[in-house]
C-alpha cells in the first residue's frame, strides 16, 4: 500500500469554525491531491499541489484553502466550515500527472467531516 | 464538458456469474482511464490504467478493456469477497496536471 496517511480520520465541528485536515506521504511523490466524496456526486477536486509551495484550484475550490510547505504534508482548510462541507474527504498522490506509467493516483484512508 | 458516466448504477451477481461495468467517456485529449475499488469507509484502490484504444489489462478475475469511447471491466466467476464499488475515472490533457474526473461508480454485490 502507499504510505499515505490523513488525520484525522473523523472529526464533528459546528457551523463557523476553522478545521484542518492533514495528509501525509511517505512515498516522496512530487503531486498531491485533495478530492471530496458525496453521495450522487462521486470524488470531485478541490485543490492540488505540483510541488512544495505550489498549488491551484479544482473543480470545488470555494471556502477551502490549502498549503504544502513540505514534500510530505498537504494541509486542507475549511476556513469557516459550512453544513455543505459535509463530507469524506480523501487525499491522493502520484509521482507525474505524464503517461505511460507514473500518473496513477493513490488515494489515502479518508476523514469524515461532519459539520452541524 | 469532459464527462465520465458509469453502467449500471447497481448490480447484483450470483457467485460465478460472469458480467461487465461501462465507464463511457466524452472527453478532449484522453490522457488515461483508471479503474479503482473501493470497500465502504476506504479510500479508492488503484486498479487499472489503460491508455489507448484496444488495450487490455487483466488481474485475477478482473479484466479491462478500452475504445474509443468507453471501458469495460468484465468480471468473470465472481466471488462475495469482489463486492465493493468499482470508479472509472479519466485524466485528460494537454497541460494537465493530472487531475481525475471520476464517474460515480458502480455498486456491485456479489452473493454466494
Known amino acids: 500500500d502507499a504510505g499515505i496517511t490523513q488525520s484525522p480520520r473523523h472529526k464533528v465541528t459546528e457551523t463557523g469554525t476553522p478545521v484542518t485536515l492533514r495528509c501525509h506521504q511517505t512515498e516522496n511523490h512530487r503531486y498531491m491531491y485533495w478530492y471530496r466524496q458525496d453521495p450522487g456526486h462521486g470524488l470531485r477536486l478541490i485543490h492540488y499541489?505540483?510541488?512544495?509551495?505550489?498549488?491551484d484550484k479544482g473543480e470545488v475550490s470555494d471556502g477551502y484553502s490549502v498549503s504544502r510547505s513540505k514534500t510530505e504534508d498537504f494541509l486542507l482548510t475549511l476556513e469557516s466550515a459550512t453544513s455543505s462541507q459535509t463530507s469524506v474527504y480523501f487525499c491522493?498522490?502520484?509521482?507525474?500527472?505524464?503517461?505511460?506509467?507514473?500518473?496513477?493516483?493513490?488515494f489515502g484512508p479518508g476523514t469524515r467531516l461532519t459539520v452541524l | 464538458e469532459d464527462q465520465v458516466t458509469q453502467s449500471p448504477e447497481a448490480l447484483r451477481l450470483q457467485e460465478g456469474e460472469s458480467s461487465s461495468l461501462n465507464c463511457s467517456y466524452t472527453v478532449s485529449g484522453l490522457r488515461g482511464l483508471f479503474w479503482y475499488r473501493q470497500d465502504p469507509g476506504k479510500g479508492p484502490e488503484f486498479l487499472f490504467t489503460l491508455y489507448s484504444a484496444g488495450e487490455e489489462k487483466e488481474k485475477e478475475r478482473l479484466k479491462a478493456t478500452l475504445t474509443k469511447k468507453e471501458s469495460f471491466l468484465h468480471i468473470t466467476a465472481p466471488k462475495p469477497e469482489d463486492s465493493a464499488t468499482y470508479l472509472c475515472a479519466v485524466q485528460v490533457g494537454p497541460g494537465s496536471q493530472g487531475n481525475l474526473i471520476f464517474g460515480k461508480g458502480t455498486k456491485l454485490s456479489v452473493k454466494p
Open positions: 491522493a498522490i502520484s509521482e507525474s500527472p505524464r503517461p505511460p506509467g507514473y500518473n496513477e493516483q493513490f
Open positions: 499541489s505540483y510541488g512544495v509551495k505550489d498549488t
